[in-house]
Every structure is written in C-alpha cells, then in structure tokens.
C-alpha cells in the first residue's frame, strides 16, 4: 500500500524576503510566494533553514504560514519548518502552526542539544502527538551534529502522523532500506541528490535552488513520473551549475538571496546575523558559477545585476528571535 502524499512533490525551502535593516518584507514575501509557486511548486516550507528559522521571531514564524496560506489560495500547501531543538517550544510552535493554518509540519532533528536517539525517537513522537497534521522528518546531520538512524526512522514510521523524511544525509542504500521496509515519503533535501534520489523512489525534493527556478524541477520530477530518465537527466545536467553558485560557496540562503536580488526578483538580499553577505571572493566564485548556466527554465541571467555592497554584511533585526 503506497502513502498518500499531501505534499505535492516539487516544495520550495523558502526564502524570507527582508528590508535591508533585517525586517521581514511582507510585500516581497508575498511576491516571492506566488513567484514560486506559478513557476511550478506543490508546496512552500515556510520558517525552514533556508528561511532562516534560527533568527526568525515567533510571531514572525506564525505571519509566514497565514501569508502563505492567503497568497497561495490553495494552490500550494504551506508547510511550517524548524521548529525547535527544544521539544516543549517545537510542540507550541506545532499548535500554533495548525491553528494558523498550515497544511503540514517539517521537524528537524534537535541541533546542538546531540541527544541519544531514545531522545531523537521522543522529541519527533511528541510534536506528531500534537496536532493532527502530517509531518515530515528532517534528517540533515552536517547542521544538527546528529543523524536519524535508520532504526529510528523505522521506529517513527510507526506514528501515524509522520508520514515523510527530508533527506539532507545522501546514504542513498539507507534511504532504499527504508523506502522498502516502509511507507514512507522521501524529498530531497540537498539540491545536487534531486535526480539520484528520485531515481530510486524518492517522492520529490524540498530545494533551494527551487527559489530561483522551479520550472527545472518540475520537469524533472513528470519525466520521472513518466519514466523518462533522458529528460529528467536533462533538467538534473543543465541546473548543475545553477545548483553549484547557490549551494557550495556561502549558506544557501545567502547565494539564494544574492542572486534573486540580481535578478530584480526580490528588494534586497539582507540576511540576519550570524548570516552575512559574500565576501568579494565569494560573490566572484557565485558570479562564475552563474556565467555557466544554459537554457535554465523560468531563469535567465541575460540582465543579471549583482550588488555586492547590498548583500555585504548582516542585520540586526530590533526584536530577537525569542523562544517564548
């Protein structure tokens, strides 16, 4: 019996549009949405990684899903990422997410606490207690200093509200093992693995590249669906390079930023501190990665403009992102 998927399968890791003092864009934020998702995209997770969660208040967490929920109209499903490596702040945010209208919940595995995973198997099970949305699993051991076992993903599968895993791991045999020993969904969860891992029976990604370009990625997962593994090689060959200037020399968010902001997609390409801009070299090694993108669906860097002196540096937001 194959899991319903109430995701959709291209999802974007959202940007969170910012002025240049670091306040939140709500005008931008609500262009970005809908930019994503007429470009192609089943679903957004807001308040994720990429949109930058760690420094995000939670009243702003809680305005990221009721906006996307108003712009996307039901076009999209609005997804709450984070939300916490604390399990009594992730299981409030949990709540209010649902209450605020999210169609789903993405949990990462608590970062820097580095619990056994009789506590990872815990935490997950109390925020899936919480509310009757699915939930997704987010396993990226390079950020949270800890992985998600296979024995505790097979553990976890057993909740009936969690129903799917981002994969930010890249043990392909594991995600086999698991893709036949459950029901689980599987997204990738690091841009350059899309195509590898749909090749084996992954549902979709959760990508970042996608904020640039979802057109590609939609190509890529209906060739897929249609088993046609030409077209989707394709797509996976001519995003390389686009992948590569967003994904390998600054945070992703960062190059994110740097280049819709080049692309006159959003006002500035301010991230908050800890996050600053590309260094000079940085923004050189973007740029040349960028020069080596071809025929890019919904991508075009012909009037690309970059702004170094725009993206240098980082904010401080007035209001500190609080945990209660």
Known sequence: MEQDNPFGQVLVALVTPMTHDGE????????????VISAGADGIVVTGTTGETSTLTDAEKLKLVVVGKEVSAGR???ITGGPSNETAHAIQLAKQSADAGADGVMAVTPYYNKPTQAGVLTHFRMIADATDLPLILYDIPGR?????????ILRLAKHPNIIAVKDA????????????QTELLYFSGDDANTLPLLSIGATGLIGVTANIASQPYRTMVDAVNA???????????????LVRATMTHVPGTV???????GLGRIKSPRVRLPLVGPEEWEAALIEDELDLVRDVEGASFTNFRPDRNAAAGGALPRIPGTTR
Do not use: C, F, M
């Open 169 to 180: 791991k890249g043990d392909l045999a594991q995600v086999s093992r698991v893709l036949n």
């Open 255 to 261: 190059a994110t930023k740097y280049i819709l902001h």
């Open 227 to 241: 088993g046609d593994l030409r077209t989707a090689t394709d797509a996976h060959q001519r995003l390389e390079p």
């Open 144 to 152: 949270t200093g800890i992985p998600i076992t296979y024995e505790t």
């Open 24 to 35: 939140v864009d709500w005008a931008g934020v609500e262009k970005h949405i809908d930019d």
């Open 76 to 78: 999209a499903k609005i």
